[in-house]
């Protein structure tokens, strides 16, 4: 996925599988099934103010590309989301992508967003 270029990349800083809660391990599972299922570069799953999960894979079209994140994001707030409480988003690549960090960061200043590797392990956390 192309990083936009007025948002730059974050790196997540190193954090324990084992430290994430209950829910956000539940993100984990649900971003790593939107990949698989497809495929794609990436996955990606957020959790809104109600408790609701939305999951995404990253899109890559001719006319269209939306990473995984901003996917996730976008079909929260089409279900009524107006805040997350937090974001997952499983990739090879180090950083976190900063068109899927300024998504999350329009709806919610300091939801955690998690960066995992394809197997689940996780690779750290973004809080900024």
Excluded at 13 to 41: F, I, N
Excluded at 45 to 70: E, F, H, I, K, N
Excluded at 77 to 98: C, K, P, Q, Y
């Amino acid at each position: 996925m192309p990083e936009s270029p007025a948002v730059p990349a974050a790196r997540p800083t190193p954090s324990d599988l084992a430290a994430l809660s209950a829910e956000d391990g539940k993100l984990v599972v649900l971003a790593r099934g939107a990949r698989g299922r497809v495929g794609a570069v990436e996955g990606a799953a957020v959790r809104d103010q109600d408790g609701r999960t939305y999951a995404a894979a990253s899109v890559a079209l001719p006319s269209l590309t939306l990473t995984a994140l901003q996917l996730a994001v976008a079909s929260a707030v089409a279900a009524g989301a107006s805040r997350l409480e937090a974001a997952v988003v499983v990739t090879e690549a180090s950083t976190l992508d900063g068109a899927g960090h300024a998504a999350v960061r329009d709806l919610s200043t300091d939801a955690p967003i998690h960066v995992a590797a394809p197997d689940g392990a996780l690779l750290g956390t973004v809080v900024e």
